[in-house]
């Protein structure tokens, strides 16, 4: 089983750009949830997919937007990206115990 | 929405000694109390977890107890190895996420 899978590892953009990132949940995992981790921060909520709808959305703004497909694996994306932005960028998912975290996209905006 | 506040934010033991990380959080209807491990350049990995019907849950080396009227749980770990050192993180559910501490830096020195 592959766990969490999330592409790509590292992203660098500029300051303005729209970025996509992807992951593909557990085999068996139908929730997929966003977070994002700052240096030396924990993980901040971004929001959670279920049967492809936003169930629930943490303190972000509306610049970040997710999409969750039928095969449960999801997309977030983030449009005029700001210098706050750089973060790690964690995918999640879950089935009704446990959640379990992919490795993260290292995002970088310049 | 839940609050998590972790203690302390770095800790330095000797190999073998005994390692103890607190979290406190504000709801007391949360009933679910996971702990993470996150190594230099990975994301999350889930050590343990308890659920408020229980006051203390064992897993090798690792325990968590929980103090429900308190609010407050703990990370025990054992006989620590260098292999313990990480950031640790509690959380607590807010909704269908989770709340995170703000890590703990363990550092287990031979």
């Known amino acids: 089983d592959a766990g969490v899978t999330q592409s790509p590892t590292h992203l660098i953009k500029t300051r303005g750009q729209q970025v996509t990132l992807r992951c593909s949940p557990k085999?068996?995992?139908?929730?997929v949830s966003w977070y994002q981790q700052a240096l030396g921060q924990g993980p901040q909520f971004i929001f959670q997919?279920?049967?492809?709808?936003?169930?629930q959305r943490g303190n972000f703004p509306d610049r970040f937007s997710g999409h969750q497909f039928p095969n449960y694996s999801s997309e977030l994306n983030v449009n005029a990206l700001l210098l706050g932005d750089s973060a790690l960028y964690l995918c999640?998912?879950?089935?009704?115990?446990?959640?379990?975290f992919g490795p993260g996209t290292r995002l970088t905006v310049t | 929405g839940e609050n998590v506040e972790q203690h302390p934010s770095t800790l330095s033991v000797q190999e073998g000694d005994s390692a103890v990380i607190k979290c406190t959080y504000s709801?007391?209807?949360?009933?679910?109390f996971p702990w993470y491990k996150q190594e230099l350049g990975k994301g999350p990995q889930l050590i343990i977890d308890?659920?408020?019907?229980?006051g203390e849950k064992k897993d090798q080396r690792i325990a968590v107890t929980l103090n429900k009227t308190a609010k407050h749980f703990s990370l025990h770990i054992t006989e620590t190895q260098p292999e313990d050192s990480a950031v640790y993180f509690c959380?607590?559910?807010?909704?269908?996420?989770?709340?995170f501490g703000k890590g703990t830096s363990l550092l287990v020195t031979p």
């Open positions: 999640a998912s879950s089935d009704r115990t446990s959640l379990i």
């Open positions: 085999s068996g995992h139908d929730t």
């Open positions: 997919y279920y049967e492809e709808e936003e169930r």
């Open positions: 709801d007391s209807a949360s009933n679910y």
């Open positions: 308890i659920r408020s019907n229980v």
């Open positions: 959380a607590a559910p807010s909704g269908y996420a989770l709340n």
